[in-house]
T-cell receptor, first 115, second 111 residues
Framework: DSGVTQTPKHLITATGQRVTLRCSPRSGDLSVYWYQQSLDQGLQFLIQYYNGEERAKGNILERFSAQQFPDLHSELNLSSLELGDSALYFCASSVAGGEATGELFFGEGSRLTVL | DQQVKQNSPSLSVQEGRISILNCDYT??????FLWYKKYPAEGPTFLIS?????DKNEDGRFTVFLNKSAKHLSLHIVPSQPGDSAVYFCAASVGDYKLSFGAGTTVTVRA
């Protein structure tokens, strides 16, 4: 158990819909990261938040948005969903915001299926 | 743009033998490299890392080798055990946690 909690674990929805994925980081961790893993692909970095503020942005679509709340939990909002958005979405957390002194702790992921 | 590539999607090895996983990268600015291990229905977990100032790092049965001139990274598992059967991801970063991951290599350890 990494200490990172993601909900829901599974989600099935239709094209054009909007969903919200939630992540609670490990206790004490200030940074939250979102990654997308599509079929046979590596984990693609989407976005990072540090203590409530956006810290880094990756290949995140404009239809996607995220935020980190004062209690440090984060939500990833995916809208106007397309079939290609079907993927496993991972949240990860770390204590710091940018120093590569350790590793990320990942949640179990949220599997999104768009029909 | 895949900056980190794992060209072998799968690897099968007999228990007790060596597993060698390979990873190539294109960004010469990467200065920190990590390997993550992932079991089904779980998130990736950190395995071992290496800084670009080193060429080798060991942790028990796991050794990571870095060849900066070739932009190549490898993970050796000796001896391989059934519990090592998992997907292994190579990852790299430029001074921060914005990791770039490879597509993963599925290792199967045969009894």
């Amino acid at each position: 158990d990494s200490g990172v909690t993601q909900t829901p674990k599974h989600l099935i929805t239709a094209t054009g819909q909007r969903v919200t994925l939630r992540c609670s980081p490990r206790s004490g961790d200030l940074s939250v990261y979102w990654y997308q893993q599509s079929l046979d692909q590596g984990l693609q970095f989407l976005i990072q938040y540090y203590n409530g503020e956006e810290r880094a942005k990756g290949n995140i679509l404009e239809r996607f948005s995220a935020q980190q709340f004062p209690d440090l939990h984060s939500e990833l909002n995916l809208s106007s969903l397309e079939l290609g958005d079907s993927a496993l979405y991972f949240c990860a957390s770390s204590v710091a915001g940018g120093e590569a002194t350790g590793e990320l702790f990942f949640g179990e992921g949220s599997r999104l299926t768009v029909l | 743009d895949q900056q980190v590539k794992q060209n072998s999607p799968s690897l099968s090895v007999q228990e007790g033998r060596i597993s060698i996983l390979n990873c190539d990268y294109t960004n010469s600015m990467f200065d920190y490299f990590l390997w993550y291990k992932k079991y089904p229905a779980e998130g990736p977990t950190f395995l071992i890392s290496i800084s670009s100032i080193k060429d080798k790092n060991e942790d028990g049965r796991f050794t990571v080798f870095l060849n900066k001139s070739a932009k190549h990274l490898s993970l050796h598992i000796v001896p391989s055990q059934p519990g090592d059967s998992a997907v292994y991801f190579c990852a790299a970063s430029v001074g921060d946690y914005k990791l770039s991951f490879g597509a993963g290599t599925t290792v199967t350890v045969r009894a």
